[in-house]
């Protein structure tokens, strides 16, 4: 393939030390960030990326569109087939955790590795925990007359696995299983309402788009997310990070899902902790009511 020929997505170093010439001067800061730093902007908001460049996400996206790219998340993929390209082997499911399976390793050691990953997942979380921003979370949700969990793609997993666990001590947890119900839902929402949302990355069109609708109607959000700046951490009223770092060629992770359920479940303790007799007299009335579902 000849130089002209050379795409970004067939070859992104190559394409952007092709058309170095062609770059502002703050764009030439972000290929310079990217050619030395490959593999830690993998796992990089788009804000993150700016300020470690020392320039406004606008020069990234503009960046990326000079790199014929879609968006930001293709430049990433992009960014990921050609760090595996030049490694010369497939991308590990623990890329950017704890060490890379491969067909080398032992039964034992996959396990170890995955155990390993997830438990550091959990622990980078518990380190981002601060007492006042999940107080302030808590608050949020204790006073929302209902409260929405809300995500797309693997986080709507996400949400309805937190609106069943504090639908048991709770009634005013929903759940809504799809983007236009949830488009639906935030645009009967009121001053008195609040949404759970959960994104990984927190940069969604889904994501700008609900919760626009939602700020618009006066309502509460909580963000659950891995990147405290990004679009989705604009509109939030609280954000709480998650730990763990999941590439682009990962799509979804055990130990990124680990990390935000660690999340959900200081949040839901915390919550019942306001009034635990409440929490206990709601569950007992619900194990009464599944106790007939049982043999």
Same mark, same amino acid.
């Given at each position: 393939?000849? !130089? =002209? =020929?050379?795409?970004?997505?067939?070859?992104?170093?190559?394409?952007?030390?092709?058309?170095?010439?062609?770059? #502002?001067? @703050?764009? $030439?800061? %972000?290929?310079?960030? %990217?050619?030395?730093?490959s593999t830690e902007v993998q796992y990089m908001s788009i804000s993150e990326l700016a300020e470690e460049c020392g320039v406004a996400d606008a020069t990234v996206s503009r960046f990326c569109r000079q790199l014929?790219? /879609?968006?930001?998340?293709?430049? /990433?993929?992009?960014? @990921?087939?050609?760090?595996v390209a030049e490694q010369g082997a497939p991308t590990s499911v623990l890329e950017g955790q704890e060490g890379n399976i491969g067909p080398e390793d032992s039964f034992s050691e996959l396990c170890r590795k995955l155990y390993t990953a997830q438990t550091a997942a959990i622990g980078q979380s518990r380190s981002l925990m601060r007492p006042e921003t999940v107080t302030k979370a808590v608050d949020l949700l204790w006073n929302a007359q209902r409260v929405y969990c809300m995500g797309?793609?693997?986080?709507?997993?996400? &949400?309805?696995?937190?609106?069943?666990?504090? &639908?048991? %001590?709770? !009634?005013? *947890?929903?759940? &809504? =299983?799809?983007?236009?119900? =949830?488009?639906?839902? @935030?645009?009967?929402? #009121?001053?008195? +309402?609040?949404?759970? *949302?959960?994104?990984?990355?927190?940069?969604? $069109? +889904?994501?700008?788009?609900?919760?626009?609708?939602? /700020?618009? $109607?006066?309502?509460k959000i909580v963000l659950i997310t891995r990147f405290a700046k990004s679009p989705g951490a604009v509109w939030a009223d609280v954000v709480l990070q998650?730990? &763990?770092?999941?590439? !682009?060629?990962?799509?979804?992770?055990? !130990?990124?899902?680990m990390a935000q359920l660690y999340v959900v479940d200081v949040l839901y303790n915390e919550f019942v902790r306001r009034d635990p007799e409440a929490a206990r007299k709601n569950q007992e009335l619900i194990a009464e009511a599944l106790a007939e579902k049982h043999l």
């Open positions: 393939m000849t !130089p =002209q =020929q050379q795409t970004a997505e067939t070859n992104i170093f190559a394409y952007i030390s092709n058309s170095y010439h062609n770059f #502002t001067t @703050a764009e $030439r800061k %972000v290929a310079d960030y %990217v050619l030395s730093h014929k790219l /879609k968006g930001y998340n293709t430049f /990433k993929l992009a960014l @990921a087939k050609a760090t797309q793609g693997g986080s709507l997993i996400l &949400s309805w696995q937190a609106a069943h666990l504090f &639908s048991t %001590v709770s !009634p005013k *947890f929903h759940f &809504s =299983q799809d983007s236009h119900l =949830q488009a639906t839902a @935030a645009a009967l929402l #009121t001053e008195q +309402d609040a949404i759970l *949302f959960f994104s990984y990355s927190g940069s969604t $069109r +889904d994501i700008s788009e609900l919760m626009g609708l939602a /700020k618009k $109607r006066g309502a998650c730990g &763990s770092f999941e590439g !682009p060629l990962q799509l979804s992770s055990i !130990p990124a899902e």
